[in-house]
């Protein structure tokens, strides 16, 4: 069976997100973390000048000294990047007990969860894991996806909300493998291009019209229609 199987995405706004470890890959977690909104603690002697400006913006607080127990009281998650496997033995027992999420970078033993590789557009996240196995796979196949994900994913993203909300009471109306079938057909090629292209307002009326049931499949070179 394998380790950290059921994927999910967190809501950290505003929750409590301890970090142990002032390096390069505790300031990569962190601003993970910050990405996620998460409020978060580094405990550390030593930080990175990086994590030295998130602190002097407002962005985290700092705690200068080691790792004590009690640390992760009132915590949501915590990550321990250090390189000592017994700290991460220590932060991974305080946080089972106190049912704290723990993820402890480079080893699997002391995690709860593995934290994937992710591309982010806007509200898009994608998100790419080996179960812990494979970091390095993890991060090149996010690179592929970062080459292939423009920033016009983040735009779709928008648009696509908009109409969801919009096409509500045609949904009423049909069943849903048809509703899927027009969402399947609206988000084609035509679409991602008008995106791409900066026409989000052809792209939002593409869409509802195609949710309507007012404009079929594209057909092919042959003639015959887009899924027949």
């Not at 700092?62 to 949501?76: E, M, N, Q, W």
């Not at 196949?141 to 045609?170: F, I």
């Not at 509703?179 to 399947?184: Q, S």
Request: hydrophobic share 40%.
């Amino acid at each position: 069976m394998a380790s950290f199987g059921y994927p999910v995405c967190l809501d950290l706004g505003g929750r409590r997100c301890v970090v142990i470890g002032g390096g390069t890959v505790a300031e990569q977690k962190v601003r993970g973390l910050l990405d996620g909104e998460g409020d978060v603690v580094v405990i550390a002697g030593e930080v990175t000048p990086g994590l030295e400006r998130l602190a002097g913006e407002g962005a985290l607080e700092i705690v200068r000294r080691d790792y004590a127990r009690g640390d992760l009281d009132g915590a949501f998650v915590a990550i321990a990047a250090t390189d000592d496997p017994d700290v991460n033995a220590a932060v991974h027992e305080e946080g089972t007990a106190g049912r704290v999420l723990v993820n402890s970078v480079d080893d699997i033993a002391h995690c709860h969860f593995s934290v994937p590789s992710t591309v982010r557009r806007g509200e898009l996240t994608v998100a790419v894991s080996t179960g812990g196995k494979a970091p390095a796979l993890s991060k090149k196949l996010r690179k592929m996806l970062s080459a292939r994900l423009g920033p016009e994913y983040a735009d779709l993203v928008e648009v696509v909300g908009e109409v969801r909300t919009t096409a509500r009471p045609e949904r009423a109306r049909v069943d849903f493998e048809t509703w899927a079938t027009r969402w399947e057909l609206g988000l084609d090629d035509d679409v991602m291009a008008m995106v791409a292209d900066g026409r989000l307002d052809e792209a939002r009326s593409r869409l509802l019209a195609v949710l309507a049931g007012d404009v079929g499949p594209r057909p092919l070179a042959d003639g015959s229609p887009v899924g027949s």
